[in-house]
């Protein structure tokens, strides 16, 4: 059988081609070729009619297999071998189906091209297995004139290289799907930068260097010329990063940049390529040093690629800028509460022991803005802002709240003291100096929370303490005041449960006039008993019940209590007694405060100028407006009105004269040692005022006599005080009114 397979082959071979189109110009490169047939002369049969043969710039190099076996192992050694002009039948009669069996199964490579090759028609394979191993030509050995191989070799070959070049497109587009996917989720412009450097050397393949360069507005931090940076780099020198261009001192890639960028077109060399990204307005270029040229399919890739790396560094712009937008405080550029929770997780987190956490709160802010504008006000925060930020060491600043600043760094640099002194000198706001004073709360990281929501919570607990404090202003956050905390909510807890279950009892004060001694109203005043028949102080529960709300409706309740009240005395027929009730600032603060009011007097049906709301000084801080129209809306139904406290607060005198006031409280302060020597000036000043503005005067907390009758002689109206009566129930109350009256 052998020999009748080789009788044909004088038919091979004969020189018929002049089809000299096909022989280019060679370059050093070429295609392996494996030559498989157990006759020897046919191997040097096909390389003699193949010799000068040159496909798509390379010539051919020869591998030679005598038998199936030989050709499965040179397969696997020379994995560079594109074709194989294989013998159907050596040592079996279908040795050369096993071996394209094993090239595809076994080897799984379906990129190399099978010619067979045999001796007689018979021997033909069948048509399935044609198809099915991508067989690209079947010859019989007679069909092979040098023409025909030739041919039949060119093919093959532009196959093989058709088919590697889509397996690398294909490589190339995973490459790029999986790098873009990767960059996605870059959301910083430097990490983006760097990462598509990194897949562009993938992508590559090739080991490269590179920079990502971009003019630094906007990018880098203080840069606002338009030179342009080194935003990314990648095997040059990380030192680059940040940098201007200018400072790698390379003239000729400063160039091509500079030319890139004005002549918006990639710029491809040799040995270095100068990509262009643009989209959105967002541009940037891309170096790349090659260690060789890129073929038309890199390029190819390249530009599918760079579209998506421009899209995504389009997006990374403007994550950046939603990121800004909801990281960055607008007015100060410094990092807002958001981000301040953020560093306080990395705080947290750290391994830095000796860092501290401190909040920075501005006392009587509201004041500058009411006082001088939101202009000067903006201003004033800048300044501050900026002052905060000269701290010399590392510390970062963030703007928290309107008026509150955090600040984290070294325990040794960010201590009171240091704080403070910020605070000593004016700060220039437009064309102001202001002065203007701060409360501090720190926490340390050795008594820091797991999170940084819970250590902003820490600081701020020691900030509220702070504001408390008369003399130093500020704390440290220990653990005891969560206890205080935790206290402080279980109290709010119980108060909340026990007024629900109409535990709360409203008491009241007698007042009288010095005049006549007659009572002439009361002070209601709240009273919480405990399960054990003590009293919880309304010093204590009132301000958690305004820190939680719960005022509004006790205080709801005061006053209808109030109401019911003046209806019980006037069926008593006690006819000129006023009831007193103390109004908070969340109560006003809720709109509807008036309405409540008028509607307590209008159900209880209870004559309005017998109702006198008590209010402090401090309830102007807020919103003084809100409060002058809600009182003056009051005043127009009767309703009478006491400045409580007063003299212990910080309102000015121009607000004061607004109010629609009907008496002056003055306070027990101004009164305890009104009957010394020359301890009475202030309680003069007061009550001098008080007459000048109209109104009556009565002093509280009187307790002696002696404070009585220097009262009298300065010509007080009214008095209110444990020397006449404590606080007392509704039932003793009508009766201390039968005995006095
Ligand atoms: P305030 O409005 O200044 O009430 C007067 C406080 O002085 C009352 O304390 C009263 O018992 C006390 N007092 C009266 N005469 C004397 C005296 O001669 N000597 C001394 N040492 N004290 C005297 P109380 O009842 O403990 O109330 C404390 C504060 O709680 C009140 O101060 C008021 O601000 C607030 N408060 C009480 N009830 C209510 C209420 O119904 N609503 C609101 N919003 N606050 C209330
Ligand atoms: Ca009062
Ligand atoms: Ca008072």
New binding site residues.
Partial sequence: MHASENSHDDFLFIDDSDEDEILEGGSGDTWQVLIVDDDPEIHSVTQLALSDLVVLGRKLEYVHAYSGQDACKLIVENPDIVLVLLDVVMETDDAGLTVVKYIREALNRQDIRIVLRTGQPGYAPEESVIKEYDINDYKTKTELTRRKLVTTVYAAIRAYQQISSVSESRQGLEKIVSGSSTLLELHSIAQYSQGTLKQLVQLLAQDIGGLFCARGQGIIEDADDLSFYIIAQQAMSSQLVNQKLDTLQNEEISKQVKACFTQKTHQYFDDSLYLYLARGGYRAVVYLNLSEALSDIQKQLLEVFLTGIAIGYENVHLFQKLNNAAYKDWLTNLPNRLAFVRLLDNFVKSDNESEVAALIDLNHFSDVNDALGQDVGNKLLAAVAKRLQSLSCHCKVARVGADVFGIIGAESCVTPETLMTFFELPFTAGEQKLLINACFGFCRKEHANTSGVKVLNQINIALNLAKKKRIEHFAYYNSEMEDETQWRLNMIRALRSDFADDRLELWY?PQLSLVSGKVIGA????RWRTADGGFI???VF?PLAEYSGL?IEI?DW?INQACSQIKVLEQHSFDNITIS????IPQFRLGNFVDTVLTAINSHKVPAEKLEL?ITENILMDDPQVVIDALVRLKEHNISIAL??FGTGFSSMSYLQKLPLDRLKVD?AFITDIAKENQSVLAETIIDLGQKMNLKVIA????ELEQQTRLRELGCDEV????YAK?MPQDEFLDFLRSNN
């Fill in positions: 004060q002070e209601a005043l709240l102080s309304p010093s009132i005022i205080g005061v009730v103390n109004v908070s008590e409580d406290d027990r509280e907390g009187v307790e209110q005080g444990f020397y606080p």
